[in-house]
């Protein structure tokens, strides 16, 4: 995931925070929503070890969880066959999720994107001063990751190839704001504005990380298609990707205006 936004003549230092630096919500009620998005995932009904395995809890911890939500009514158990599935409790909730984002479009999305470019694709949404990853594939095979650290970590908006994505869709007065709350000098500031008109007109923007090994692509979505603004992220080898911008390019474009 690149860090630092191309054609800034002093880059800025980028702020990243994984998940699990931020701890003050209950991890219980954490773990019990990854357990319902993993069934999201597999779309099955699951063992407990399965269960346990996907997320990297002890068996313990995974039996107290499921048997808590069982008896919340938000799972149910079948005794023979040793299996969880999530109750009708559920299906006006998933109903509205569904209805909210597309159903599984972006999934498809970056499922797709990343099939195609083999580097690690992210969606991303602003969350205060940072960017927060809330999906990611590519990054390590699925079973590892749905439980990593990766979903969820955040970024800051400023210097960041995503947040100068997220920013070229905003007004000069909300980026005004935006800057004066992270403190960024007059200098930085000229600079972002300089650069936002470019992204603006490309409708995309690429630039390193922080020690430029990495390379990364962004643009964001059509506002008008979801409830929160969305921005698509592709990041991978610096030379591969340089080496296949225009390409990239092309397929982040097709993919966008596939969603409508």
């Known amino acids: 995931?690149?860090?630092?936004?191309?054609?800034?003549?002093?880059?800025?230092?980028?702020?990243?925070?994984?998940?699990?630096?931020?701890?003050?919500?209950?991890?219980?009620?954490?773990?019990?929503?990854?357990?319902?998005?993993?069934?999201?995932?597999?779309?099955?009904?699951?063992?407990?070890?399965?269960?346990?395995?996907?997320?990297?809890?002890?068996?313990?911890?995974?039996?107290?969880?499921?048997?808590?939500?069982?008896?919340?009514?938000?799972?149910?158990?079948?005794?023979?066959?040793?299996?969880?599935?999530?109750?009708?409790?559920?299906?006006?909730?998933?109903?509205?999720?569904?209805?909210?984002?597309?159903?599984?479009?972006?999934?498809?999305?970056?499922?797709?994107?990343?099939?195609?470019?083999?580097?690690?694709?992210?969606?991303?949404?602003?969350?205060?001063?940072?960017?927060?990853?809330?999906?990611?594939?590519?990054?390590?095979?699925?079973?590892r990751a749905f439980g990593g650290e990766q979903r969820g970590l955040s970024v800051s908006i400023f210097g960041s190839v995503i947040g100068a994505a997220y920013l070229a869709t905003q007004t000069d007065r909300e980026i005004a704001r935006l800057a004066e709350r992270a403190r960024l000098a007059p200098a930085e500031q000229s600079s972002v504005y300089a650069r936002l008109s470019e992204i603006r007109r490309r409708g995309f923007v690429d630039g390193p990380n922080a020690d430029e090994s990495v390379w990364s692509l962004a643009a964001p979505l059509k506002a008008e298609l979801f409830a929160v603004p969305l921005v698509l992220g592709l990041a991978g080898p610096k030379t591969h990707v340089i080496n296949n911008l225009n390409e990239l390019k092309a397929l982040i474009r097709r993919e966008i205006l596939l969603l409508g």
Do not use: C
């Not at 995932?41 to 407990?48: E, G, I, N, T, V």
């Not at 995974?62 to 969880?84: E, P, R």
């Open 1 to 143: 995931m690149a860090t630092t936004e191309q054609g800034a003549s002093k880059p800025r230092a980028v702020q990243v925070q994984l998940a699990s630096d931020r701890r003050s919500r209950s991890r219980s009620a954490t773990r019990a929503l990854d357990v319902l998005e993993y069934f999201g995932l597999m779309r099955r009904p699951l063992r407990a070890i399965e269960i346990a395995r996907a997320l990297n809890l002890h068996p313990s911890t995974t039996n107290q969880l499921l048997k808590t939500m069982v008896g919340s009514a938000h799972l149910t158990f079948d005794g023979s066959a040793k299996t969880y599935l999530p109750s009708p409790r559920l299906a006006r909730f998933s109903h509205w999720i569904s209805d909210t984002y597309g159903g599984d479009r972006l999934w498809r999305l970056i499922r797709n994107v990343q099939a195609e470019s083999g580097v690690i694709v992210t969606l991303t949404t602003p969350n205060d001063l940072f960017m927060q990853v809330v999906d990611i594939v590519g990054a390590e095979p699925d079973a």
